[in-house]
């Protein structure tokens, strides 16, 4: 198969017709063997039963539907676990991403060599409360990842097979994926400026809330990047140098002691009473936690093989 179109939808029942007539559109008149797979991630309103009605239509058509709602992340794992075409492209549901755009994103996975191409919405039409957190948001990213992208963020993407076959999004780290695939070794990651609409049916789906999720996620995605298999070797070593502090404190307490009586000759002042002795009780303690919480990570990072588990309740193939 030459092309599938990922769409993670929750609540659109207004948009998925009109979406997919849109698609058609475009892709038809270009004689691939495509497929469009519309995950419906719990939705609440007839969000089914149009895809269910647009397969009636057209055997390109592909649903999954998930028991109750996971979240944007999670429809695109399923999605990308079905998908079976050689570039794979998702886009949102809301009529905010072009379909226009699909050809010219094909041509630059297969013809240029990239692993992915991510959308950049360089005129958007969202409201400030949005764009500006998105810039700030964007900047940040970009300096933890060194990747140079302008919009991580943006729904309309394209990959080549491979890559969404061997990275796994889960949480709300649909907002890394670039990110989590340099990590995997993916490394030929382009851009295309792309058309973006306004809203044309029902609300946005995220909140404020998605700011401040989105940057503990950040700080999840590089720390289990670099620590996830072997938490052992942050926390180990912190807390080896805590107890090393910790110790040398209580050797010099220990030998002042020591000093004062034999050599000086003069009462050894309370231990309680220096400095040391706490720094020393606090480094040892402090030292031991992290000890201990490294080996607990590193156990709980040997089982941890549930993440992406969903309930789906209606598969259309
Ligand atoms: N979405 C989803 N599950 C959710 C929230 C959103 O599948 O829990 C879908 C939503 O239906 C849309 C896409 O993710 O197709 C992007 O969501 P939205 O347009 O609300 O985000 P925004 O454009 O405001 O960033
Ligand atoms: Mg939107």
Known sequence: MDLSIVVPLFNEEESIKELYNWIQRVVSPLNWSYEVIFVDDGSTDASWQVIEGLRQESAYVKGIRFRRNYGKSAGLYCGFDAA???????????????????????RMVKEEGYDIVSGW????????????????????????????LHDFNCGLKAYKLDVVKNIEVYGEM????????????FSRIGEKVVQHQER????????????????????SVTFISKFGKRPMH??????????????LSALWLGLSKLLSVFYYHIA????????????ALASMIIGTQLFMAGF?????????HDRNNYQISERID
Request: glycine share 10%; no cysteine; aromatic share 10%.
């Open 84 to 106: 079976q075409g050689d570039v794979v492209i998702t886009m949102d549901a809301d009529l905010q991403d072009s379909p226009e755009e699909i050809p010219e994103l094909v």
């Open 296 to 304: 607990l990570a590193e156990l709980v990072s040997r089982n941890g």
């Open 200 to 219: 044309k049916y029902g609300v946005s789906k995220f909140g404020i809330e998605r700011t401040i999720k989105g940057f503990l996620d950040l700080l």
């Open 174 to 185: 649909h907002r890394y994926i670039p990110l989590i695939a340099k990590q995997a070794g």
């Open 234 to 247: 942050l926390f180990g070593a912190l807390g080896t140098l805590m107890f090393v502090v910790g110790f």
């Open 121 to 148: 919405k360089k005129k958007r039409y969202d409201p400030l409360g949005k764009t500006l957190p998105s810039k700030l948001f964007n900047r940040t990213v970009r300096m933890v990842s060194g990747i140079k």
């Open 268 to 279: 050894a002042p309370l231990v309680t009473n220096s400095p040391y002795f706490y720094i």
